[in-house]
């Protein structure tokens, strides 16, 4: 087992340490990674729960708390640090996914992921609709937050929120990474695998797979609060279902095998936006379409189990 | 009756026309191996079903340890020390065996960590003597997935008495194995829960198998409990012979 991690381990660190110094050379790459790392991180939430084998169709909820939060707070309060974004980010996103994660845990399969849609629409609705509060469709500019009482120029705030979102996705790398060898991981993926068993040996499934759900409602508010700080915006369409969609085709396009699936998958998502979008205007959807579609065919088990395929292929000989 | 462990009281349960259990006493006393024995669809099952709390009886009630279970759920009654093994190996099939064991390990254990591995935990080298005990330790780092289904069945059995629990309940525990290996199997089984100081209740259709390892021997038939006795008793009982043995 650790000889198929290690490799893809490997990977992960560099492409951390690609995030790290290749903006230093190419500005416009700061916003850029650090894009890829937030939204590898709410991704990171969305392979906690196909472990269990169960798919969100509405984990952009929690993506759009943790971005309303630091919306709200500056358009309420005030100012802002990026920590107490984050911290508050995190901890709104993790109470909501505590309390729709009670009705959605009782549920698998399409009933778990339409419900979990049917609940992010009510938050979209409330968004969109509640224009005295939140704007409506216009949104909430978030505007350039602190760090730890220190204020940054544009130039430079790009590079700071590069480096927090890069803090944060490793730390959330590895401790997603222990969670998925630990018991609790293992009970996770037990649940996929025979649940009635599960409760057999005197342990609730519905349990393990809520506090899985609110760990990744936890890491969704993260993610969410940073894209809210990188573009400087929260608009209702956080919360649309075609944003959970987007987090899911993430998920199966990195592979769900690995934690670092969420960051090798979000990497070619936003590599093919930023490039098609600025070439091929209005198709990088087709591209990303075609892109999927590859993926599905020929590495069903996405870009890791592109390495894991490569790997075994090494080791029989060939 | 000092050593009853499990005792079922008046237990009624029919599915539509199906009456699988008509009012049914059974008590299973500490230490022996107890063989259920009786035509399919006599509702043998149901009573595993019943006493594992995946049923719940129209009528009647089951008691453990002198506490009442009747209705608690699967999981609720696994924490009191009744412990279950299915007819078809109920495993995790994507994860080794040892993986399986330990997940049991943990179960057992409670309150499970979210941070240290799996594998850290203290209990693997007692799942080790386990998976040895039952003769399926050279498996260990083997997908449950790749395993046949005789040896599928040992590591169901192990996953069960890594629970440590006071009572076994083993639905069939050698169908699905060729008939070469079932003595085998029964052997190993039935040291190893000697070993163990469990209690166990098991389903069987093969009279050889009762004969040889049943201490008691309780005939269900037509959802009543037709005889208790030893196996000679029960099998020499000419009703018996006939209506379920069918000699």
């Known amino acids: ?61 929690f993506f759009a708390t943790g971005a309303y939060t630091a919306a709200f707070w500056g358009k309420y309060v005030g100012g802002g640090d990026i920590v107490l974004f984050i911290a508050l980010g995190g901890i709104t ?55 730890l009482g220190l204020s940054f120029t544009p130039e430079t705030f790009q590079y700071v929120i590069l480096y927090v979102s890069l803090l944060i996705a490793v730390v959330a790398f590895y401790g997603v990474q222990r969670y998925l060898d630990s018991p609790l991981g293992h009970m996770l993926r037990a649940i996929k695998s025979n649940e009635t068993r599960l409760e057999y040996l ?107 395929r490569y790997g075994q292929a090494k080791q029989g000989g060939h | 009756m000092a050593n009853v462990l499990l005792s079922a009281k008046g237990i009624k349960i029919r599915f539509g026309g199906v009456v699988a259990a008509d009012g049914i006493d059974l008590d299973v006393l500490q230490g022996e191996n107890l063989a259920i024995i009786g035509p399919n669809g006599a509702g043998k099952t149901t009573f595993l079903n019943i006493s594992t709390g995946y049923l719940r009886p129209q009528a009647g009630s089951i008691t453990f340890l002198g506490q009442e279970i009747t209705a608690q759920l699967p999981r609720t009654i696994t924490k009191l020390g009744i412990a279950r093994a299915f007819q078809i190996p109920q495993l995790f099939l994507d994860q080794t065996v040892m993986e399986n064991m330990l997940i049991a390990a943990a179960s057992r254990l409670g309150s499970p960590s979210g941070f240290r591995a799996l594998s850290a935990l203290p209990e693997l080298p007692e799942m080790e003597r386990l998976l040895d005990l ?28 890594a629970l440590k629990p006071r009572l ?54 037509v959802g009543k409990i037709q005889k208790v006795g030893t196996p000679a008793e029960v099998l020499a009982d000419p009703k018996v012979r006939e209506q379920v043995i069918g000699i």
Not at chain 1, 11 to 24: D, G, K, M, T
Not at chain 1, 233 to 253: D, M, N, R
Not at chain 2, 175 to 203: C, Q, R, Y
């Open chain 1, 1 to 61: 087992m650790s000889g198929r991690i290690k490799p893809v381990t490997t990977i992960a660190i560099i492409f951390f340490l690609v995030s790290a110094v290749a903006p230093l050379l190419v500005s416009s790459w700061a916003t850029l990674f650090a894009l890829i790392l937030a939204k590898g991180i709410v991704v990171l939430g969305i392979i906690l729960l196909l472990q269990a084998g169960q798919v969100s169709f509405g984990h952009a909820m």
């Open chain 1, 202 to 308: 005197g342990t609730s499934a519905r349990r393990v797979l809520l506090i899985g759900y609110v760990i990744s409602a936890f890491l969704g508010g993260i993610g969410g609060t940073l894209v809210a700080i990188i573009q400087q915006i929260a608009t209702p369409e956080f919360g649309f279902w075609t944003k959970s969609g987007e987090f899911v085709f993430i998920a199966i396009l990195g592979g769900s095998a690995h934690a670092f699936g969420a960051f090798a998958g979000a990497a070619m998502f936003e590599c093919v936006r930023f490039y098609a979008a600025a070439h091929l205007v209005d198709t990088w959807q087709l591209i990303l379409g075609v892109v999927l579609i590859v993926i599905i065919l020929y590495a069903p088990n996405g870009l890791i189990g592109l390495r894991q």
């Open chain 2, 134 to 161: 039952v003769g399926v330790k050279l498996y260990a780092s083997r997908k449950a997935r790749e395993l046949p289904e005789g040896q599928r069945k040992l590591v169901d059995i192990a996953l069960a008495l």
């Open chain 1, 93 to 147: 996103s993790a109470v909501f996914g505590l309390i729709v994660g009670l009705f959605v845990v009782r549920y698998r399969e399409i009933f778990f992921g339409m419900l979990n849609l049917a609940f992010s629409m009510v938050l979209w609705s409330l968004l969109e609709k509640m224009f005295h509060y939140t704007n409506g469709a216009d949104g909430i500019r978030v505007p350039r937050p602190a760090l």
């Open chain 2, 168 to 221: 076994l309940l083993m639905d069939e525990p050698t169908s699905g194995v060729a008939s070469a290996e079932k003595l085998e199997i029964m052997d190993i089984l039935t040291s190893a829960l000697a070993k163990e100081n469990v209690t166990s209740v098991f389903v069987e259709h093969d009279m050889d198998m009762v004969e040889r390892y049943a201490h008691r021997v309780a005939v269900w038939n």
